[in-house]
């Protein structure tokens, strides 16, 4: 049996490409979020989790993830996981308010638990032994700065 293999978030296909980010509400009102991810586990469904300004109080939703099935059993996924956010929006977001931000991306291959992989494997070994086989996840961070008074609607 093949053990479980990690997720990578390939780093040169994430948008925006920028880590730092500056001018949100002033200069740019959307933004957009997205990342490709490659996992050498073809069959594994994936799962991408977004947080702005990570709160482990905070309650998750289906909103705050995207799921990343195993289509065409490809290394590298076609399909992006993504996040928008629109400065004019009347709806509820922590990176609409001034001030500096993180957005972050993680992507597992099981389920979290806050923000850790929930989810092991037991193999059993041919000795009578065992072997645990855990769950992964990969992370990406932008930072932001938001700026009020610009143009946006």
């Known amino acids: 049996m093949q053990r479980n293999r990690p997720p990578r978030i390939v780093e040169s296909q994430v948008q925006p490409t920028e880590r730092i980010i500056r001018g949100y509400g002033s200069d740019l009102c959307n933004l957009e979020f997205s990342i490709i991810v490659e996992d050498p586990d073809v069959n594994n469904r994936l799962l991408a989790y977004w947080y702005v300004d990570f709160d482990p109080s905070?309650?998750?939703?289906?909103d705050d993830r995207d799921t990343i099935e195993p289509r065409d059993r490809k290394v590298v996924r076609d399909e992006r996981?993504?996040?928008?956010?629109?400065?004019?929006?009347?709806?509820?977001?922590?990176l609409n308010t001034p001030g500096d931000h993180i957005v972050?991306?993680?992507v597992t291959d099981t389920s979290l638990v806050?923000?850790?992989p929930a989810e092991s494997k037991t193999i059993p070994l041919a000795d009578g032994g065992?072997?645990?086989?855990?769950g992964y996840a990969a992370t990406y961070v932008w930072f932001v700065r938001t700026e009020a008074g610009g143009d946006c609607p």
């Not at 065992?130 to 855990?134: A, F, R, S």
Request: aromatic share 10%; charged share 25%; net charge negative.
């Open 58 to 62: 905070q309650t998750r939703g289906e």
């Open 114 to 116: 806050g923000r850790e």
């Open 130 to 134: 065992t072997l645990i086989d855990p």
């Open 81 to 94: 996981a993504s996040f928008q956010v629109n400065f004019g929006s009347a709806d509820f977001n922590r």
């Open 104 to 106: 972050e991306v993680v």
